[in-house]
């Protein structure tokens, strides 16, 4: 299983996922969710893929974690590249949008 590469939006998120458990429900929880979300991120590359529904305009992936969705791409040498990770009750299009132009994918 090879490391993904994560983009900044997606590094971003997880960091205030981590520190937004890590408030709520104790550093153990939040230690045990992010290491979830990371070991997915991990397996992305051999999961089946499910595309990005055409509505949000966006090529890509998307897999789900409890509450969020990661988004990701494949490079053209086959390297899982994880976009950004959105919580189920966000906008997901806009949102999805805004993280495309925080990385510079638009």
Known sequence: MSQPRYLPAALRVIG???????????????????????ALCEALAERRRQPIPDEFEVEGYFARYE???????????????????????????????????ENDLE
Not at 27 to 35: F, L
């Open 16 to 38: 205030e996922i981590y520190d937004y458990s890590e408030d709520r429900f104790g550093e153990n929880q939040a230690d045990k969710y992010v290491q979830g979300l990371f």
């Open 67 to 101: 509450k969020h969705f990661v988004y990701w791409r494949l490079s053209d040498q086959g390297e899982v590249i994880v976009v950004c990770i959105l919580h189920h009750r966000m906008d997901l299009s806009d949102r999805l949008l805004d993280a495309l132009v």
